[in-house]
C-alpha cells in the first residue's frame, strides 16, 4: 500500500512539474514572439528552460536580422591596425560597454540581483556594427567616429547565418521592454498557482540585444555570443583581460577575438619556400560553418585622424600592404579622406 502511495504522489508531481513548464514556456512564446526553446530542467523548486544555441531557431523572432548582409565598423586608428595586424575582430563582454546600464533594464524588469546582472555580463560578448547605408551619414561619423578622426572599416558576411551556432545576429532595440515586462506578468500569474516555484530561466541572449533610447542613433547592429566555452580550459585559453580605467567607473572587462576570412589559398598568404614562413589561417576546416565568416571591403578613414594630406598616400599604401600580405585579397581603400 505504501508503494502505491508513494508513486501516487511521484506522479502527481509529476504532472504539476509538467504544467509549470507548459505554462512558463506558454508565457516565453506569448512574450516573444517567435522564440524558440530548446528542452527545460527543474532541480527542486528551480524551473527553468533553455534558450536554443542554433541560429535557425531564431528566425520567425525579432531577435534575426534579415537585412542586407553589408556592415561597418567604426574604430580608431590605433585599433584599426590592431584588428588587421591580429586578423580578427574583438567582442567583448558587456562590462566594456559605455552604457553602465547595459543590460541592467531589462534584467530590472524581471527582478534579477545585481550580482546575477554582474556575472551574466561577465560571459556575454558582443561585437557592434551599422547597416552599410548609414556610412553617408554625418551625424554618425561626428558622434561615433569620434568626430572624424577614427575610421570605418566595412565588410560582409560571406557564410550562412542561419548555420551559426552560439552566434546570433540582431538589430539592438532601444527601450523596447515590453516582452519582459509580460514575461514577469505572466510568471506571477503562474507563481499564484505554485508559490513555491523559481523560475530561473537565462533570458541573456535576448537581453543582450536591448538598451535604452539614450542610444538610439546608433541605429546598432550586434553579433553576441553567450558563454562560448565548453570547458574551464577554453576559458582561460581565449579569454582576454583588459582594464578600463575611468574616472568613477574602472572595470574589468574580458574580450574573444573573432578570426576575420583569410583566402589561404592566395599566392600572398603561401610561402612556397620555407614552410616557416606561411601565413595560413590554421584553423578548423568547419570553423567558418558555425561561426560569422567575415571579410573585409572597404577603409575609410576620417578627415580628422591626424595623418596629414601629404602624409596620406604612404599611410594608405601601408594600409594596403598590410591588408594584402595579412588577409590574402584587395579591399578599396579610397585616395582621400572621408569629409561632408
Partial sequence: MSNFVGMENQNNDLQIFQKVDELRNDALQKSFN????????????????????????????????????????LTSIANLWSILNSRSFRLY???SSKDENEYKNAAHVLGLADEIINYRKQFIYTLSFCSVSSLETKEVWEKYGNNFKGAAIVFEIINDPLKWQNFHMAEVKYDQLDGFVNYKKQLEEIKSQ?????????????????????WQGEN?????????YKRTEEYWKYSKTEFRLEGGRNRITNYIELPIWVDNES??????????????QNLPQDYFVSRPQIKL??????????????????????????????LGYEVDIPYDFVKF
Avoid: M
Avoid at 546598432?220 to 562560448?228: L, M, S
Fill in 93 to 95: 563582454n558587456l562590462h
Fill in 267 to 280: 599566392h600572398l598568404i603561401k610561402s612556397y619556400a620555407t614552410p616557416e614562413l606561411d601565413r595560413i
Fill in 34 to 73: 517567435g522564440i524558440s526553446i530548446n528542452g527545460c530542467g527543474q532541480s527542486g523548486p528551480d524551473f527553468y528552460a533553455y534558450i536554443p544555441e542554433s541560429n535557425d531557431k531564431f528566425i520567425n523572432s525579432d531577435y534575426y536580422y534579415k537585412g542586407d548582409l553589408h556592415f561597418f565598423h
Fill in 194 to 214: 505554485f508559490y513555491w516555484v523559481n523560475e530561473r530561466t537565462d533570458l541573456s541572449k535576448l537581453i543582450c540585444f536591448h538598451k535604452t533610447s539614450k
Fill in 297 to 326: 571591403k572597404q577603409i575609410l578613414i576620417g578627415v580628422e585622424s591626424g595623418i596629414s594630406p601629404q602624409e596620406f598616400d604612404k599611410y594608405r599604401l601601408a594600409l594596403l600592404d598590410t591588408v594584402r600580405f595579412n
Fill in 220 to 228: 546598432e547592429v550586434r553579433i553576441a555570443t553567450y558563454f562560448p
